[in-house]
């Protein structure tokens, strides 16, 4: 069983295609293939035919019902899908027991459209040979009757749709637009192979209502009603890099965005959107930033009105060399808990702390909501201990932190007393490898004999000198 789907009607041109352009390559059982199929349903309808027995193709086509007429009827099919005629598919039927072929037709491609696919260009090359193709194409195209007009030379006089009719906003067409959307014409789309997938974010009139109209790419963007691939493509960028109409217009307003025969550039397009992409994320993090130091600065001015947070002497830590003499260990341990993280860095760098320190504790800050006392209490361990400033091993202790949910002052200083402790016992086992190590003698190999020329001649008795020649002379008759 099976039935055909067809959303589009035969017209002269395509008839004239079909039979002169594709019937070469195809053979005329797949052409007359493709007008069963096409006529399974009125001319003057789209839609789908009604499901019929596979007999008729074979009947049509005057196909012997057998292996030979089955093989044919394939090849024919494959065919018409090689050369985007057709599409192909089955669905199993529970109630039949059976498979229904779908076959989708879709029509011939226009002249221009066919000799823009190289590869169809080629094979009806070699099917017809070259200088019958280049008459075909003469004949399929007609010549432009005046001279070639420069690039501005014309006048654009055409009224697009907006500026002549105005639809009426208050009415509420619901209704039409649920019954539009279940006609089975509405999804014909899906069965054009040679359309782009696509899904208008922005309608043509939006994108000219918005788009200057003294520009020089005016009369390209008003094209774009009868390209619908362009329109795809330019809302699959927009769709992609999240640009708002203004900003669509703004780069399709950019030069060599369109060529001088008013095709897309798609490349520069999508490097254009990828650009403003990233240029508008790198300030919607400056925004950010700016907006959290702000609200930094708002609590740093709060905290001043608040009394210090004290330190239990537990958790306080030894006051470095660097601090040595100005402050005492009580007064330095409360800078690092109630300080802010930019004021330490500048002390623990004497006022120029470097750039790469100042990103690195600023992302830790912003994105790794580090407090500030946490990050003081590592720039001490790092300071004090002599340890990397370099972003890897930060980073590292900074996720061993947050794997480790730390976000106090007193979690950071028992974190760096662990570290501590940890080190120091790999330093004790180490000297105890190397004290135990020191501790024993030396065992020096025993250097082997080495035989000299200076060997003691020792006489050589005739007993031994006969037992020498008996074992000669059996393992010479072993030999033998």
Known sequence: MFFCGRFFS????????????????????????????HDSL????????????????????QLEQGAEGRRKLIESTSRLEAV?????????????????????????????????????????????????????????????????????????????????????????????????????????????????????????????????????????????????????????TAAKYRLELQELCRLLDEDDIFDEAGELNEDVLAYRASLSYMQRNKRREEREMIVQRASGAKEEGAADLISEKPVDPLYQLEVPPLFAGRCDQQQYNLMLRNEPYTRMLERFFQGEPSTHAIRLFERMHLSYKMPDEVINVIMHYIHTYQLSWSKAF?????????????????????????????????REKSEQRKAASAGRPKQRRQAPAIVTQNVPDDPVTDEEFERILQKVRNIESKLK
């Open 10 to 37: 035969l017209g002269t041109l395509q008839y004239t295609m079909l039979h002169s352009v594709y019937q070469p390559m195809i053979g005329t059982l797949a052409t007359s293939l493709y007008h069963v199929l």
């Open 394 to 426: 930060v980073e590292s202790i900074f996720t061993d932190l947050m794997a480790r949910n730390i976000s106090t002052f007193e979690g950071a200083v028992g974190f760096i007393r662990e570290r501590l402790a940890i080190a120091q016992k790999s």
């Open 84 to 236: 985007g005629l057709l599409s192909t598919s089955r669905s199993y039927v529970p109630q039949e027991d059976d498979y229904v072929y779908i076959y989708h037709l879709h029509p011939p491609l226009s002249p221009q459209d066919f000799f823009n696919s190289h590869h169809l260009v080629f094979l009806l090359r070699d099917t017809i040979g070259q200088p019958s193709l280049m008459r075909l194409k003469e004949r399929l195209f007609a010549p432009y009757p005046l001279e070639r007009p420069a690039e501005d030379a014309a006048e654009d006089l055409t009224v697009p749709f907006y500026e002549l009719f105005r639809l009426n906003p208050d009415r509420d067409d619901a209704e039409l637009v649920t019954a539009l959307d279940e006609m089975a014409a509405g999804n014909a789309s899906l069965w054009n192979a040679h359309e782009r997938p696509q899904s208008i974010g922005y309608p043509h009139a939006e994108i000219l209502r918005r788009f200057p109209r003294a520009s020089r790419n005016r009369r390209f963007v008003e094209n774009l009603g009868r390209r619908p691939d362009q329109l795809g493509y330019i809302n699959y």
């Open 42 to 61: 009125p001319a003057h309808q789209v839609g789908y035919s009604p499901i019929e027995p596979q007999r008729k193709l074979f009947l049509s086509l």
